[in-house]
Protein backbone atom coordinates (compact mmCIF):
# COMPACT_ATOMS: atom_id res chain seq x y z
CA UNK A 1 0.00 0.00 0.00
CA UNK A 2 1.86 3.30 -1.10
CA UNK A 3 2.87 5.35 1.81
CA UNK A 4 2.11 2.54 4.46
CA UNK A 5 4.44 1.31 7.09
CA UNK A 6 6.58 -1.66 7.23
CA UNK A 7 4.65 -2.95 9.74
CA UNK A 8 1.24 -2.42 7.59
CA UNK A 9 2.40 -3.48 4.53
CA UNK A 10 3.21 -6.89 6.90
CA UNK A 11 -0.32 -6.76 7.75
CA UNK A 12 -1.99 -6.54 4.69
CA UNK A 13 0.12 -9.30 3.39
CA UNK A 14 -0.16 -12.13 5.97
CA UNK A 15 -2.73 -11.75 8.13
CA UNK A 16 -5.23 -9.88 6.75
CA UNK A 17 -5.57 -12.31 4.26
CA UNK A 18 -5.77 -14.95 6.96
CA UNK A 19 -8.75 -13.15 9.06
CA UNK A 20 -11.22 -13.29 5.52
CA UNK A 21 -11.48 -17.16 6.00
CA UNK A 22 -11.34 -17.00 9.97
CA UNK A 23 -14.45 -14.73 10.36
CA UNK A 24 -16.49 -14.96 7.05
CA UNK A 25 -17.66 -18.60 8.41
CA UNK A 26 -19.06 -16.98 11.16
CA UNK A 27 -22.19 -15.88 8.60
CA UNK A 28 -23.14 -19.52 7.63
CA UNK A 29 -25.20 -20.90 9.86
CA UNK A 30 -28.72 -20.19 8.81
CA UNK A 31 -31.71 -18.24 9.73
CA UNK A 32 -34.22 -19.86 10.85
CA UNK A 33 -38.47 -20.04 11.20
CA UNK A 34 -40.42 -20.30 14.02
CA UNK A 35 -43.08 -23.21 14.53
CA UNK A 36 -45.73 -24.35 16.81
CA UNK A 37 -44.21 -26.09 19.91
CA UNK A 38 -43.04 -29.87 19.26
CA UNK A 39 -42.41 -32.68 21.81
CA UNK A 40 -38.62 -31.71 23.47
CA UNK A 41 -36.23 -34.32 21.82
CA UNK A 42 -33.37 -35.64 23.58
CA UNK A 43 -30.65 -36.63 20.83
CA UNK A 44 -28.27 -33.88 19.64
CA UNK A 45 -28.33 -35.54 16.24
CA UNK A 46 -32.15 -35.21 16.04
CA UNK A 47 -32.04 -31.87 17.59
CA UNK A 48 -29.51 -30.95 14.93
CA UNK A 49 -31.40 -32.58 11.54
CA UNK A 50 -34.77 -30.54 12.72
CA UNK A 51 -32.43 -27.85 12.64
CA UNK A 52 -31.58 -28.55 9.07
CA UNK A 53 -35.26 -29.16 8.60
CA UNK A 54 -36.65 -25.96 9.89
CA UNK A 55 -34.08 -24.06 7.75
CA UNK A 56 -35.23 -26.11 4.56
CA UNK A 57 -38.76 -24.95 5.39
CA UNK A 58 -37.95 -21.86 6.34
CA UNK A 59 -36.49 -20.95 2.82
CA UNK A 60 -39.09 -22.17 1.02
CA UNK A 61 -41.55 -20.21 2.81
CA UNK A 62 -39.81 -16.94 2.98
CA UNK A 63 -38.67 -16.49 -0.58
CA UNK A 64 -35.50 -15.43 0.92
CA UNK A 65 -34.67 -12.14 3.08
CA UNK A 66 -32.94 -9.20 2.58
CA UNK A 67 -31.15 -6.92 5.41
CA UNK A 68 -28.34 -4.74 6.51
CA UNK A 69 -24.91 -5.54 8.73
CA UNK A 70 -22.37 -2.80 9.60
CA UNK A 71 -18.89 -3.86 10.11
CA UNK A 72 -16.58 -2.97 12.55
CA UNK A 73 -12.87 -4.32 12.33
CA UNK A 74 -10.29 -2.47 15.71
CA UNK A 75 -6.57 -3.44 16.12
CA UNK A 76 -5.63 -2.39 19.39
CA UNK A 77 -1.64 -2.59 19.30
CA UNK A 78 -1.87 -0.86 15.40
CA UNK A 79 -4.73 1.64 16.92
CA UNK A 80 -5.90 0.88 13.57
CA UNK A 81 -10.42 0.99 12.76
CA UNK A 82 -12.33 0.59 9.89
CA UNK A 83 -16.38 0.19 9.08
CA UNK A 84 -17.96 -0.69 6.27
CA UNK A 85 -22.00 -0.94 6.23
CA UNK A 86 -23.64 -3.58 4.03
CA UNK A 87 -26.48 -4.15 1.92
CA UNK A 88 -27.45 -8.25 1.79
CA UNK A 89 -29.60 -9.72 -0.06
CA UNK A 90 -30.07 -13.56 0.47
CA UNK A 91 -32.18 -15.76 -1.92
CA UNK A 92 -34.34 -19.11 -1.52
CA UNK A 93 -31.63 -20.86 -2.49
CA UNK A 94 -29.32 -19.11 0.40
CA UNK A 95 -27.08 -17.52 -2.16
CA UNK A 96 -25.76 -14.07 -0.70
CA UNK A 97 -25.39 -11.15 -2.60
CA UNK A 98 -23.88 -8.23 -0.42
CA UNK A 99 -23.31 -4.26 -2.15
CA UNK A 100 -21.40 -2.20 -0.08
CA UNK A 101 -23.40 1.05 1.02
CA UNK A 102 -20.77 3.12 3.26
CA UNK A 103 -17.18 2.95 4.61
CA UNK A 104 -14.66 4.55 6.41
CA UNK A 105 -11.18 4.09 8.24
CA UNK A 106 -8.30 2.11 7.56
CA UNK A 107 -8.65 1.70 3.92
CA UNK A 108 -6.13 -1.28 3.94
CA UNK A 109 -8.52 -3.42 5.96
CA UNK A 110 -11.43 -2.74 4.55
CA UNK A 111 -10.49 -3.76 1.17
CA UNK A 112 -8.41 -6.84 2.87
CA UNK A 113 -10.19 -8.05 5.16
CA UNK A 114 -13.84 -6.81 5.36
CA UNK A 115 -14.10 -6.75 1.45
CA UNK A 116 -12.83 -10.16 1.35
CA UNK A 117 -15.07 -11.74 3.52
CA UNK A 118 -18.23 -10.87 1.89
CA UNK A 119 -16.90 -12.07 -1.50
CA UNK A 120 -15.86 -15.54 0.52
CA UNK A 121 -19.36 -15.65 2.50
CA UNK A 122 -21.00 -14.55 -1.31
CA UNK A 123 -19.06 -17.47 -3.14
CA UNK A 124 -19.85 -20.00 -0.40
CA UNK A 125 -23.29 -19.77 -0.13
CA UNK A 126 -23.25 -20.80 -3.67
CA UNK A 127 -25.29 -24.50 -4.28
CA UNK A 128 -22.39 -26.61 -5.02
CA UNK A 129 -20.23 -24.99 -1.97
CA UNK A 130 -22.74 -24.48 0.72
CA UNK A 131 -23.78 -28.13 1.77
CA UNK A 132 -19.86 -28.25 2.97
CA UNK A 133 -20.05 -25.59 5.55
CA UNK A 134 -23.74 -26.09 6.92
CA UNK A 135 -24.32 -27.79 10.35
CA UNK A 136 -25.17 -31.03 9.60
CA UNK A 137 -24.06 -34.84 10.12
CA UNK A 138 -22.42 -34.53 6.85
CA UNK A 139 -19.92 -32.08 8.11
CA UNK A 140 -20.32 -32.67 12.43
CA UNK A 141 -20.71 -34.68 15.34
CA UNK A 142 -22.92 -33.44 17.66
CA UNK A 143 -23.11 -34.41 21.52
CA UNK A 144 -25.96 -32.96 23.82
CA UNK A 145 -24.17 -31.15 26.65
CA UNK A 146 -27.16 -29.41 28.71
CA UNK A 147 -30.61 -27.65 28.68
CA UNK A 148 -30.88 -24.21 29.74
CA UNK A 149 -33.46 -20.85 29.50
CA UNK A 150 -32.35 -18.01 27.67
CA UNK A 151 -34.57 -14.94 27.78
CA UNK A 152 -37.13 -17.13 28.75
CA UNK A 153 -37.07 -19.70 26.22
CA UNK A 154 -35.68 -23.50 26.69
CA UNK A 155 -32.96 -24.43 24.62
CA UNK A 156 -30.49 -27.13 23.93
CA UNK A 157 -27.17 -26.55 24.37
CA UNK A 158 -25.02 -28.54 21.97
CA UNK A 159 -21.71 -29.43 20.84
CA UNK A 160 -20.23 -28.97 17.62
CA UNK A 161 -17.08 -30.80 16.30
CA UNK A 162 -15.76 -31.01 12.45
CA UNK A 163 -15.29 -34.09 10.79
CA UNK A 164 -12.42 -32.64 8.98
CA UNK A 165 -9.96 -29.91 9.28
CA UNK A 166 -11.90 -27.10 7.03
CA UNK A 167 -11.45 -23.84 7.53
CA UNK A 168 -14.60 -23.14 6.44
CA UNK A 169 -16.23 -24.83 9.77
CA UNK A 170 -16.17 -24.45 12.94
CA UNK A 171 -15.44 -26.41 17.00
CA UNK A 172 -17.22 -25.28 19.60
CA UNK A 173 -21.28 -25.37 20.60
CA UNK A 174 -24.33 -23.98 19.71
CA UNK A 175 -27.35 -22.69 21.19
CA UNK A 176 -30.76 -24.26 19.74
CA UNK A 177 -33.94 -22.67 20.87
CA UNK A 178 -36.17 -26.04 21.73
CA UNK A 179 -39.61 -24.54 20.24
CA UNK A 180 -38.98 -23.31 17.04
CA UNK A 181 -35.17 -25.24 16.48
CA UNK A 182 -33.66 -22.05 15.73
CA UNK A 183 -30.27 -21.10 16.08
CA UNK A 184 -29.80 -18.87 19.41
CA UNK A 185 -26.15 -18.38 20.37
CA UNK A 186 -22.81 -19.99 18.45
CA UNK A 187 -19.22 -19.41 20.04
CA UNK A 188 -16.16 -21.29 19.03
CA UNK A 189 -13.06 -21.04 16.89
CA UNK A 190 -12.31 -22.38 13.13
CA UNK A 191 -11.70 -25.88 13.15
CA UNK A 192 -8.29 -25.19 11.43
CA UNK A 193 -5.87 -22.56 12.29
CA UNK A 194 -5.48 -20.34 9.25
CA UNK A 195 -1.82 -19.62 9.01
CA UNK A 196 1.21 -19.59 11.89
CA UNK A 197 0.71 -15.96 12.16
CA UNK A 198 -2.78 -16.72 14.00
CA UNK A 199 -2.51 -17.33 17.53
CA UNK A 200 -6.15 -18.03 18.43
CA UNK A 201 -9.75 -16.68 17.30
CA UNK A 202 -12.29 -16.96 19.55
CA UNK A 203 -15.87 -15.59 18.76
CA UNK A 204 -19.61 -15.33 19.96
CA UNK A 205 -22.62 -14.94 17.11
CA UNK A 206 -25.95 -14.42 18.85
CA UNK A 207 -29.37 -14.06 17.47
CA UNK A 208 -32.94 -12.85 18.37
CA UNK A 209 -36.42 -13.33 17.13
CA UNK A 210 -38.06 -10.87 15.05
CA UNK A 211 -42.46 -12.10 14.13
CA UNK A 212 -41.71 -15.87 13.25
CA UNK A 213 -38.24 -15.57 12.23
CA UNK A 214 -34.73 -15.57 13.95
CA UNK A 215 -32.26 -13.16 12.70
CA UNK A 216 -28.36 -12.92 13.41
CA UNK A 217 -28.28 -10.17 15.93
CA UNK A 218 -24.40 -9.75 16.16
CA UNK A 219 -21.29 -11.54 15.92
CA UNK A 220 -17.94 -10.49 18.37
CA UNK A 221 -14.88 -11.96 16.87
CA UNK A 222 -11.55 -11.59 18.74
CA UNK A 223 -7.93 -12.77 16.82
CA UNK A 224 -4.85 -13.18 19.06
CA UNK A 225 -1.71 -12.90 16.33
CA UNK A 226 1.77 -12.66 16.34
CA UNK A 227 3.74 -9.27 16.09
CA UNK A 228 0.11 -7.52 15.76
CA UNK A 229 -1.74 -8.14 18.78
CA UNK A 230 -5.27 -7.99 19.28
CA UNK A 231 -7.60 -7.76 16.45
CA UNK A 232 -11.46 -7.70 17.10
CA UNK A 233 -14.44 -7.62 13.87
CA UNK A 234 -17.87 -6.66 15.52
CA UNK A 235 -20.91 -7.14 12.95
CA UNK A 236 -24.58 -5.79 13.57
CA UNK A 237 -27.26 -7.04 11.99
CA UNK A 238 -30.36 -5.09 11.24
CA UNK A 239 -33.72 -4.64 9.20
CA UNK A 240 -33.57 -8.25 8.40
CA UNK A 241 -36.87 -9.04 7.10
CA UNK A 242 -38.55 -12.19 5.07
CA UNK A 243 -39.03 -11.69 0.94
CA UNK A 244 -42.43 -12.81 0.75
CA UNK A 245 -45.22 -9.91 0.47
CA UNK A 246 -46.84 -12.03 3.57
CA UNK A 247 -44.22 -12.18 6.19
CA UNK A 248 -43.13 -8.62 5.26
CA UNK A 249 -46.36 -7.57 5.99
CA UNK A 250 -45.92 -8.83 9.48
CA UNK A 251 -42.22 -7.02 10.15
CA UNK A 252 -43.88 -3.67 11.78
CA UNK A 253 -41.44 -0.66 12.04
CA UNK A 254 -41.25 -1.76 15.71
CA UNK A 255 -38.94 -4.61 14.83
CA UNK A 256 -36.09 -2.26 13.39
CA UNK A 257 -33.19 -3.54 15.32
CA UNK A 258 -31.03 0.48 14.70
CA UNK A 259 -30.31 2.84 12.46
CA UNK A 260 -27.49 3.14 9.97
CA UNK A 261 -25.12 6.04 11.87
CA UNK A 262 -23.39 8.30 8.84
CA UNK A 263 -20.35 6.86 7.41
CA UNK A 264 -17.82 8.26 4.71
CA UNK A 265 -18.82 6.96 1.70
Not at 198 to 222: E, H
Not at 238 to 253: K, L
Request: aromatic share 10%; with cysteine; hydrophobic share 35%.
Amino acid sequence: MPGASSGENLYSSFDMKHLITSLFFLCLIPVAVGQAPEQPLADANEIMAKVFLRDTQRESQSGGYAGHRRYVFDNEKMHKHAELVVDVQCDTGGAKHFNVIAEDGWKSANKHVLKKMLESESETSTPAIRPQTRLTADNYTFALVNSERVNDRLTYIVDVTPKRQDKYLMEGRVWIDAQDFAMVRAEGKPAHNPSFWTRSIRFVQQYRKSGSYWFPASTLSVTEARFFGTTKVNINYFDYQPNSESDVASHHSTDHLEEVSHVTH
